[in-house]
């Protein structure tokens, strides 16, 4: 019972770690991205994939660890379904490919000189 109650914790604790790092470096983003700010970016990055893998990790035991319901109630559930792989996730995974496409595209493009006004 004891561990049921501590992995579903910190399930939850993890998606606020996860939240506040995605909130942080959206802000250090914005902000002048000099040696500190890019610190800052990657400080908020580490707690997002520490917060993602505390998520992933304690969801797969809940889930497969024979700890809560069992395999079978989520495999066989429409809701647990529509919160993995509904239409409207898989549309926000494309959106983030491309704009990490594109991000690539302006670095390269910047590290080779283009859109520096000419003199």
């Not at 983003?29 to 993602?52: E, K, S």
């Not at 304690?58 to 660890?65: D, E, K, N, P, S």
């Not at 079978?72 to 996730?89: E, I, Q, T």
């Amino acid at each position: 019972m004891t561990i049921r109650w501590l992995l579903a914790a910190v399930h939850l604790l993890a998606l606020g770690v996860g939240l506040g790092a995605v909130w942080a470096r959206g802000r250090a983003l914005q902000a002048q991205l000099d040696v500190p700010g890019l610190r800052r970016v990657f400080y908020a990055d580490t707690w997002w994939g520490i917060g993602a893998l505390l998520w992933i990790g304690t969801g797969l035991v809940q889930a497969f660890g024979g700890f809560e319901k069992g395999s079978f109630y989520y495999l066989h559930n429409r809701v647990f379904w529509a919160k993995m792989a509904a239409s409207r996730f898989a549309r926000i995974s494309f959106v983030q490919g491309i704009l990490v496409v594109l991000m690539v595209l302006a670095a390269t493009a910047m590290a080779r000189g283009y859109g520096v006004p000419a003199r």
